[in-house]
């Protein structure tokens, strides 16, 4: 097969595998309890609301000064490449995450509960039927961050 036939049908499989289905933007925080939404039933989203292994992601638990840390956490969002936030509260964060390829837009939420400084996260697709773990590991590289900056806890 010539390369410019095999790049082409490479291209169109990435394009089936990631645009078939569309989906909406995250909800706002008041629409769902913690502020997130729910994953749909498609692999390309982690949530911990999620109760089964497939969707399912550890929250983050912030140490001690939650208000400070959450600005933190924030900033920390912000340094994601690609990525803009577009709706940023005390205790909420609302972030567009654009692919660099597709410019695909997936919603990275974070909701923080004040009174035990535990961070509830989801990260989903709207367009397509699977992110190939995309974003499992934006929450996972984001945790690692953190992490090493002190911001959370190493386990929740």
Do not use: Q
């Not at 550890?58 to 936030?85: G, M």
């Not at 989801?122 to 900056?149: F, H």
């Amino acid at each position: 097969m010539p390369p410019s036939l095999n790049a082409f049908l490479k291209t169109m499989l990435i394009l089936s595998i990631t645009g078939g289905c569309s989906g909406s933007p995250a909800r706002a925080p008041e629409d769902t309890p913690y502020g997130i939404a729910e994953c749909p039933d498609r692999p390309n989203c982690v949530s911990t609301k999620a109760a089964d292994e497939r969707h399912k992601i550890e929250p983050y638990r912030l140490k001690s000064d939650f208000a400070a840390n959450w600005r933190r956490v924030e900033e920390l969002v912000a340094t994601i490449p690609r990525t803009v936030i577009v709706l940023a509260t005390d205790t909420y964060l609302h972030a567009e995450c654009r692919s660099r390829i597709f410019r695909f837009v997936d919603d990275l939420e974070l909701s923080l509960n004040l009174s035990d400084g535990v961070i509830s996260i989801r990260s989903a697709s709207r367009t397509g039927y699977s992110d190939l773990g995309v974003n499992r590991r934006r929450v996972e590289s984001l945790r690692r961050k953190l992490i090493s900056e002190g911001i959370i806890e190493n386990h929740v």
